[in-house]
C-alpha cells in the first residue's frame, strides 16, 4: 500500500513516537499501566510535523478483527494531539462496540493513518486508485469515509468502493454519481505496532 504525500513523510521515529502516545494515552484513558508504556508526562514534547494541524484514524482490532476505529476529517488539532485523542475515543466511543477494558488494552492490536489533505474527485470512476486512495463522501449533512486499507482487505474495486462509502455515509450506494454528492480522495500514511523499532 502507498503512503500518502501530504506535506512530507513521517520519519520512523515520529511514527513511533505517535504509536508510543496512543497506547499511553489509550492506558491513561483506562487508568492503568503495563511494561514498555511510558507515561505521557514523561514523553518529550513534541516537534516538526507532529506538532502542525493535522488528521488520523486511529484502529484498533483483537486478533486481526476490528476493535474500533475513530478519526478526524478536518486538521483541527496537532497531529500529535489529534492521534492521542482518537486512539481513546476509538477505545472507548466506537458505537459499533462495548467500550475496550483494561484488561484487553494490552492484547490489542493498534494502526494509526495519517490523512493527506482532500482532494474533490470529479470523475471517481476513473480518478479512485483501490490502495492508494481512500474516499470521503458527503451529502447535505451526511459523510462517510473509508480508508485506503478498506477496499484492499475486502478486495473491492472502485465502483464497490464507492458504493461502500456511500453507505458508510448513510445514503443510497449509487449517491456518488449525483451532482450534489461530493466525492473527495485523499491518501495516507498507515503504520502500527509492527513498526516499533524492536530491542536487540
Not at 43 to 71: D, H, N, Y
Not at 99 to 114: H, K, W
Not at 132 to 144: A, I, K, S
Request: hydrophobic share 40%; glycine share 8%.
Amino acid at each position: 500500500m502507498k503512503e500518502g504525500t501530504a506535506a512530507e513523510h513521517l520519519s520512523n521515529e515520529q511514527k513511533s513516537q505517535l504509536l508510543v502516545r496512543a497506547r499511553a494515552a489509550a492506558a491513561r484513558s483506562l487508568g492503568i499501566s503495563f511494561e514498555g508504556i511510558p507515561d505521557l508526562s514523561s514523553l518529550p514534547s513534541p516537534s516538526g510535523r507532529l506538532a502542525e494541524p493535522g488528521m488520523c484514524f486511529v484502529t484498533w482490532k483483537k486478533a486481526g478483527q476490528l476493535r474500533g476505529c475513530i478519526g478526524s476529517v478536518e486538521p483541527v488539532r496537532p497531529l500529535w494531539a489529534d492521534v492521542q485523542a482518537n486512539a481513546v475515543h476509538a477505545l472507548l466511543d466506537d458505537p459499533r462496540f462495548p467500550p475496550a477494558t483494561a484488561r484487553e488494552l494490552e492484547g490489542l492490536e493498534l494502526e494509526i493513518s495519517v490523512l493527506s489533505p482532500f482532494v474533490r474527485a470529479s470523475d471517481p470512476l476513473q480518478t479512485v486508485e483501490i490502495g492508494v486512495h481512500g474516499l470521503l463522501v458527503g451529502r447535505g449533512g451526511r459523510r462517510g469515509l473509508l480508508l485506503p486499507q478498506v477496499p484492499v482487505e475486502w478486495e473491492w474495486d472502485v465502483p464497490q468502493f464507492l458504493a461502500q462509502a456511500c453507505r458508510k455515509a448513510g445514503l443510497p450506494a449509487d449517491a456518488w454519481r449525483d451532482a450534489d454528492t461530493v466525492v473527495s480522495t485523499f491518501e495516507a500514511e498507515v503504520f502500527g505496532d509492527e513498526d516499533l523499532p524492536r530491542d536487540g
